[in-house]
């Protein structure tokens, strides 16, 4: 198998950036990963984007952002996938590189959330099953809710058992540049913090924002004899989908396709889960990231919460999506380009000691669309 | 407005009407076009008796757009009695707190209206807590 590896990486910081708009977000990212790539170009331009035809009524991505970004021309579109749209946009440019078919491709993950000062909660419903779950009113955080109220009453956990996820997040973002919350929390604030949907408060859940990061990839073979940045292998990249809808699944609380999207990334990298050094988890909810960090491996069901005690393989190590921010479709190239920062030590004061594998992962909808990615350097 | 669509989904909204696979037997809700027991090809009506209980719960107290008129309400997934669990409202709930477990059965109750208030309204099934 070809050896795909990680040239280049950009991100713009995480926010709500009502003077910029998708295209220039956009641009950004992709300038900054051709710059960390030492200029390095694509021949194909793979675009993750869950919200811009609604929310900014723009569609056909491909043409409108690559003719911005001065790579007019190349083969590019939008990869639809929900919140994971970004992470599958990576398994594209994967693929695409991986066959041959291009010798360097970019993955972009891009969202404008700002552009409307309301009604986005029923645009992201849109990633529900719409007949039968948008229509009855329910939204991403009340499936959310509905899991982890079932999860307190299956497993007799307190809402509280829940808390160090969110501490964790805010604790790493506030030496991450590109936060959107760069402030720590006292644990105080979490026990008397407000309900949104219950039992989820404040905390629970991560903030919508604006963002785009890109990724680009070449063949090893590729690279120039002394590249600008350390290279990061792409070992393993999979996409596994489950039933969209909450109600279709045997068991709710077990997120079959992130246990599957794991396993089938691991066997192409020859790893397994407990070898990384860090794992970028989907913490979209604070419920996601336990059913998520179970789905793996690293606790039974019924047991996730109790890693905080147990002890546990770094996670959120920039933040995660409740403190970095959750720019949507973009929040799975976020997860890539810090898991890259960590591998290549040029990650600070939140520098991994020693990393050199890790895992990230990225949720679409309660795990309906799963994408896993292993990095190694 | 939406019309064909409200039209389409009549039956399994106003009346609780899935499926049985020709093949396994296996009870669906709501219907599909593949058995996602057996991938036989499902096509079978089959009438729920709208009996079931509350697999989980939560209250929306900020709704999305379209159903502002209706908050807060009480979202629920319920587990039907034949075996499939359905996501939906719950109503008449009174006093009474919801528990998970809790005996629900199906009414059919106005959902929302579909665009201004001289659009649609739509109709479909909610769960109310059996009656003592």
Redesign the interface.
């Known amino acids: 198998m070809t050896e795909v590896v990680i040239a280049g990486i950009g991100m713009t910081p995480v926010g709500e950036h009502w003077d910029l708009s998708l295209r220039t977000l956009a641009a950004r990212a992709i300038l900054s990963a051709e710059k960390d790539a030492g200029g390095l170009k694509p021949q194909a331009l793979y675009i993750g984007n869950f919200l811009g035809s609604m929310v900014s009524h723009q569609a056909n991505l491909g043409a409108l952002i690559t003719d911005n970004s001065g790579l007019g021309g190349i083969e590019s579109f939008t990869i639809e996938a929900a919140e994971a749209s970004g992470a599958a946009a990576l398994h594209m440019a994967y693929l695409a590189v991986s066959s041959g078919f291009v010798d360097t491709a970019m993955a972009l993950g891009v969202e404008k959330v700002t552009d409307m000062t309301?009604?986005v909660?029923?645009i992201l419903?849109t990633g529900l099953d719409f007949?039968?779950?948008g229509?009855?009113?329910?939204?991403p955080a009340?499936q959310a809710?509905?899991?982890m109220?079932?999860y307190i009453?299956q497993y007799g956990v307190g809402h509280a058992a829940f808390n160090w996820l969110p501490l964790l997040a805010h604790t790493n973002a506030v030496h991450n540049p590109n936060a959107m919350y760069r402030k720590a929390l006292k644990p105080e604030v979490l026990q008397s913090a407000p309900?949104?949907?219950?039992?989820?408060t404040l905390y629970d859940i991560a903030p919508y924002a604006d963002g785009a990061a890109a990724v680009i990839l070449t063949r090893s073979g590729l690279l120039p004899k002394k590249p600008v940045q350390k290279p990061v292998r792409l070992l393993g990249s999979s996409v596994i989908t489950d039933?969209l809808?909450?109600?279709?699944r045997p068991d709710?609380l077990r997120f079959e396709a992130a246990r599957r999207s794991v396993e089938q990334a691991c066997r192409q990298a020859g790893i397994l889960p407990g070898d990384v050094d860090l794992f970028e988890v989907d913490d979209f909810t604070s419920i996601y990231a336990v059913l998520a960090l179970e789905a793996a491996g690293f606790a039974l069901p019924g047991e996730g919460t109790q890693l905080s005690e147990r002890g546990h393989v770094p996670l959120l190590t920039m933040g995660g999506s409740k403190a970095r921010g959750c720019p949507v479709g973009a929040s799975g190239l976020y997860q890539v380009c810090e898991a890259v920062t960590q591998l290549r030590g040029q990650a600070g004061a939140l520098q991994v000691p020693g990393a050199r594998l890790a895992m990230t992962q990225s949720l679409g909808g309660p795990a309906s669309t799963a994408v896993t990615h292993i990095l190694k350097v | 407005m939406e019309i064909p669509?409200h039209w389409r989904?009549k039956k399994q909204r106003y009346a609780l009407v899935g499926e049985v696979c020709p093949h396994c037997e296996a009870k669906i809700f709501?219907p599909r076009d593949v058995c996602?027991h057996c991938s036989g090809e499902a096509k079978t009506p089959y009438q729920f008796s709208g009996q079931g209980e509350v697999?989980?719960?939560?209250?929306?107290?900020?709704?999305?757009?379209?159903?502002e008129e209706?908050t807060p309400?009480t979202?629920?997934?319920v587990k039907l009695a034949e075996g499939?669990?359905?996501?939906?409202?719950l109503t008449d709930l009174g006093a009474e707190p919801v528990k998970?477990g809790m005996p629900v059965e199906m009414v059919t109750r106005r959902?929302?209206s579909d665009g201004n208030d001289r659009g649609m309204i739509v109709y479909?099934y909610k769960f109310r807590p059996v009656m003592q």
Do not use: H, W
């Open positions: 309301d009604g909660e029923k419903a007949d039968y779950e229509f009855e009113g329910v939204t009340a809710a509905l899991l109220q079932r009453y309900p949104v949907v219950d039992p989820l039933a809808a909450l109600y279709d709710p | 669509r989904l709501p996602p697999y989980s719960y939560t209250v929306m107290n900020d709704a999305p757009a379209g159903f209706n309400y979202v629920a997934v499939p669990m359905v996501t939906a409202q998970i959902i929302r479909g």
